[in-house]
T-cell receptor, first 114, second 114 residues
Framework: AQSVTQPDIHITVSEGASLELRCNYS??????LFWYVQSPGQGLQLLLK??????LVQGIKGFEAEFKRSQSSFNLRKPSVHWSDAAEYFCAVGASSNTGKLIFGQGTTLQVKP | SAVISQKPSRDICQRGTSLTIQCQVD?????MFWYRQQPGQSLTLIAT?????????ESGFVIDKFPISRPNLTFSTLTVSNMSPEDSSIYLCSVEAANTGELFFGEGSRLTVL
C-alpha cells in the first residue's frame, strides 16, 4: 500500500541550529515527492518538490531535501533555523500529474526555541 | 501559481445541520480537489470535482454526505451534510499546477460541530 511516514511528530530546535525532518515513503512506482509547510491558521505552502533529475532539490526559505531511492526517503533539511520556521511540515507523495491525489504524512510540528 | 479563496474561513455549526463551503480560483482549471484535515491528523482527499460531470469520491466518502458542485472552471462548492462532531475538521480546496502534480491549496475552512 502507498504510504508516507514522518517518524517525528514533534521536534524542537534552537534558533540558528540545523534541522532535519524525516520522511519515508512506500510507493509502487517512481514517486513525485513534496514538502509542504502549514503555519498556524494558514493554508499549505509548497516548500519544494522532486520529480526527477538531481536528487538534491532546493526550495524556498532556505530549505532543501534529498531523495534517496535506496532508503525510500526524502528528508527535509535547513542549515540554520529561524523562529519564523515554527510550523507544521508535511511530506507528500503522488503519482504522475493530473491526479490531484497526494498521500500525506502525519506531519511534524516544529518548535523553535529562542 | 494559483490564488484560491475559500469561504467561510471558519464556522461553528450545530449537529444535524449542513454547511456549504465555497472555493474560488483566480484562473480556469480542469480539476479541483477537496481535502479534509481532521484535528491533529494529516490531509485526506475527499473527492475530485470536474466541471460538467459528477465528482469522483475517494474510498470512505460518499456523495450524500459531501455533495459537490462544479458549475464552471473557476468555482466549486463542498457541502458537509447532517453534520456531527466527527465532521469537525479543516476542509481545503486545491488545484493542480498544469501537468506538474504540484497542488496549490486554499487557506482552508475550519468547521467546528457542536
Amino acid at each position: 500500500a502507498q504510504s508516507v511516514t514522518q517518524p517525528d511528530i514533534h521536534i524542537t530546535v534552537s534558533e540558528g541550529a540545523s534541522l532535519e525532518l524525516r520522511c519515508n515513503y512506500s510507493y509502487g512506482a517512481t514517486p513525485y515527492l513534496f514538502w509542504y509547510v502549514q503555519s498556524p491558521g494558514q493554508g499549505l505552502q509548497l516548500l519544494l518538490k522532486y520529480f526527477s533529475g538531481d536528487t538534491l532539490v532546493q526550495g524556498i526559505k532556505g530549505f532543501e531535501a534529498e531523495f534517496k531511492r535506496s532508503q525510500s526517503s526524502f528528508n527535509l533539511r535547513k542549515p540554520s533555523v529561524h523562529w519564523s520556521d515554527a510550523a507544521e511540515y508535511f511530506c507528500a507523495v503522488g503519482a504522475s500529474s493530473n491526479t490531484g491525489k497526494l498521500i500525506f504524512g502525519q506531519g511534524t510540528t516544529l518548535q523553535v526555541k529562542p | 501559481s494559483a490564488v484560491i479563496s475559500q469561504k467561510p474561513s471558519r464556522d461553528i455549526c450545530q449537529r444535524g445541520t449542513s454547511l456549504t463551503i465555497q472555493c474560488q480560483v483566480d484562473s480556469q482549471v480542469t480539476m479541483m480537489f477537496w481535502y479534509r484535515q481532521q484535528p491533529g491528523q494529516s490531509l485526506t482527499l475527499i473527492a475530485t470535482a470536474n466541471q460538467g460531470s459528477e465528482a469522483t469520491y475517494e474510498s470512505g466518502f460518499v456523495i450524500d454526505k459531501f455533495p459537490i458542485s462544479r458549475p464552471n472552471l473557476t468555482f466549486s462548492t463542498l457541502t458537509v451534510s447532517n453534520m456531527s462532531p466527527e465532521d469537525s475538521s479543516i476542509y481545503l480546496c486545491s488545484v493542480e499546477a498544469a501537468n506538474t502534480g504540484e497542488l496549490f491549496f486554499g487557506e482552508g475552512s475550519r468547521l467546528t460541530v457542536l
